[in-house]
C-alpha cells in the first residue's frame, strides 16, 4: 500500500533562515512525488513535483525539493525562509506504474505546519 | 479562468438532513475527486472519477454517493447527515490520463453537523 510521512506536524524557522520540511514515502515501483501548500482557508496548491531525471526539483515561490530514492525521501527545502511562506504543507504520492483502480490516486501527508517568524 | 469552483463555501445541517455539495471545473479536466480534511488526519479521498459516467470509491466512502453526468460537474451528495461528517471537502481535478498531472483544488466547503 502507498502511504507518505511527514514527521514533524511544525517547524519553526526565523525568516532569513535556511527551511527544510520533511517528507518520506511507501511505493512499490517508482513515485510521483507532489509538494502542495494550503494557506488559512484556501485550497491546496501546487508548489513542485518528481517526475524523473535530476534529483533537485525547483517550484514556485523559491522552493525546491530533493529526491532521494535509498532514503525513498523528498524534503522540501527554501534556502531564505520568508514570513509569508508561513502555512500549511503537504507531500503527495502517486504510483508512476499502475493497473487501474484506485492506484493512480494521490496519497496525502498529514501536513506540516510551517510557522516563519520575523 | 475560474478553475475548480466548489459551493456553498459554508454549511450547517442537523443531524440526519441530507445535502449536496456542488464542484464545477471549466478546465476540461477528466479525473476528478472529493477530499475531506480533518486535523491530524491529512486529506482522506472520499471518491473520484476519471471521466463521465465512471465513478470509483476511495478511503472513506461511507455516507456519500458520487455521479458524474458531464465532464464538468462532480456533485458530492451526503445521504443522512452525521456529526462525524463535520470536516472541509474540498473537490480536485486534473488532467486525468497524464498521471504526473497535478491536481487543482477548489477552496474547499466547511460543512458542521449538529
Known amino acids: 500500500a502507498q502511504s507518505v510521512a511527514q514527521p514533524e506536524d511544525q517547524v519553526n524557522v526565523a525568516e532569513g533562515n535556511p527551511l527544510t520540511v520533511k517528507c518520506t514515502y511507501s511505493?512499490?515501483?517508482?513515485?510521483?512525488l507532489f509538494w502542495y501548500v494550503q494557506y488559512p482557508n484556501r485550497g491546496l496548491q501546487f508548489l513542485l513535483k518528481?517526475?524523473?531525471?535530476?534529483?533537485l526539483v525547483k517550484g514556485s515561490y523559491g522552493f525546491e525539493a530533493e529526491f532521494n530514492k535509498s532514503q525513498t525521501s523528498f524534503h522540501l527545502k527554501k534556502p531564505s525562509a520568508l514570513v509569508s511562506d508561513s502555512a500549511l504543507y503537504f507531500c503527495?504520492?502517486?504510483?508512476?506504474?499502475?493497473?487501474?483502480?484506485?492506484?493512480?490516486?494521490?496519497?496525502f501527508g498529514k501536513g506540516t505546519k510551517l510557522s516563519v517568524k520575523p | 479562468n475560474a478553475g475548480v469552483t466548489q459551493t456553498p463555501k459554508f454549511q450547517v445541517l442537523k443531524t440526519g438532513q441530507s445535502m449536496t455539495l456542488q464542484c464545477a471545473q471549466d478546465?476540461?479536466?477528466?479525473?476528478m475527486s472529493w477530499y475531506r480534511q480533518d486535523p491530524g488526519m491529512g486529506l482522506r479521498l472520499i471518491h473520484y472519477?476519471?471521466?463521465?459516467?465512471?465513478?470509483d470509491q476511495g478511503e472513506v466512502p461511507n455516507g456519500y454517493n458520487v455521479s458524474r453526468s458531464t465532464t464538468e460537474d462532480f456533485p458530492l451528495r451526503l445521504l443522512s447527515a452525521a456529526p462525524s461528517q463535520t470536516s472541509v471537502y474540498f473537490c480536485?481535478?486534473?488532467?486525468?490520463?497524464?498521471?504526473?498531472?497535478?491536481?487543482?483544488f477548489g477552496n474547499g466547503t466547511r460543512l458542521t453537523v449538529t
Open positions: 472519477s476519471v471521466g463521465a459516467g465512471i465513478t
Open positions: 518528481y517526475i524523473t531525471g535530476d534529483n
Open positions: 511505493v512499490s515501483g517508482n513515485p510521483y
Open positions: 503527495a504520492v502517486r504510483r508512476r506504474q499502475y493497473y487501474g483502480g484506485s492506484q493512480g490516486n494521490l496519497i
Open positions: 478546465m476540461n479536466h477528466e479525473y
Open positions: 480536485a481535478s486534473s488532467l486525468g490520463t497524464s498521471y504526473n498531472s497535478p491536481l487543482h
